[in-house]
T-cell receptor, first 113, second 115 residues
Framework: QQQVKQSPQSLIVQKGGISIINCAYE??????FPWYQQFPGKGPALLIA?????SEKKEGRFTISFNKSAKQFSLHIMDSQPGDSATYFC????????????FGKGTKLSVIP | EAGVAQSPRYKIIEKRQSVAFWCNPI?????LYWYQQILGQGPKLLIQ????????DSQLPKDRFSAERLKGVDSTLKIQPAKLEDSAVYLC?????????????FGPGTRLLVL
């Protein structure tokens, strides 16, 4: 019940295309959903986040879509660039009264020229 | 502002040996987290500190792992004795107060290989 399921495991997108990564969860107590970006040899860095009372959040080329009834959320990267090639993790706040993140297994995105 | 610092960056040990990792969080951050990231998986929380107190260590294998955060600033994570399955990247993260919607800032991690 504490899991966050992420798909696909890997994704190859042409430059300029749209990258879409999906996540699903079971625990309705999750109340905050960030996405992290990780480059090789680096720690994860916050990319964008959403609360469950919002259906969509956009920051530049990055958009989170959130479907509370389906318990699903997704990351869309518009106009994907080679510099976006990284591993992306969805996460959810799983702490009851505190802030603790449960992460998905990650999606390795490769944007080819 | 300086980021989260971790050392060493890499460590290779044999099974049954002991190892320690060090983390210095962003200045002023009260909350510190240690995560374990096994190859091909997302980070898994091991322990959360608020200042120098433990908030949650329910996923820390306490028979071999220990962590402390003396004086509420930097922290050490120790494994004794190490097992092959402990091979992973150990990430330290910090946030300002540990409140929901705060950004957790991650360090570069310590990559541990147990032979």
């Amino acid at each position: 019940q504490q899991q966050v399921k992420q798909s696909p495991q890997s994704l190859i997108v042409q430059k300029g295309g749209i990258s879409i990564i999906n996540c699903a969860y079971e625990n309705t107590a999750f109340d905050y959903f960030p996405w992290y970006q990780q480059f090789p040899g680096k720690g994860p860095a916050l990319l964008i986040a959403i609360r469950p009372d919002v259906s969509e959040k956009k920051e530049g080329r990055f958009t989170i879509s959130f479907n509370k009834s389906a318990k699903q959320f997704s990351l869309h990267i518009m106009d994907s660039q080679p510099g976006d090639s990284a591993t992306y993790f969805c996460a959810a706040n799983s702490g009851a009264g505190s802030y603790q993140l449960t992460f998905g297994k990650g999606t390795k995105l490769s944007v080819i020229p | 502002e300086a980021g989260v610092a971790q050392s060493p960056r890499y460590k290779i040990i044999e099974k049954r040996q002991s190892v320690a990792f060090w983390c210095n969080p962003i200045s002023g951050h009260a909350t510190l987290y240690w995560y374990q990231q096994i190859l091909g998986q997302g980070p898994k929380l091991l322990i959360q500190f608020q200042n120098n107190g433990v908030v949650d260590d329910s996923q820390l294998p306490k028979d071999r792992f220990s962590a402390e955060r003396l004086k509420g600033v930097d922290s050490t994570l120790k494994i004794q004795p190490a097992k092959l399955e402990d091979s992973a990247v150990y990430l330290c993260a910090s946030s300002q107060m540990g409140r929901i919607q705060e950004t957790q800032y991650f360090g570069p991690g310590t990559r541990l290989l147990v032979l």
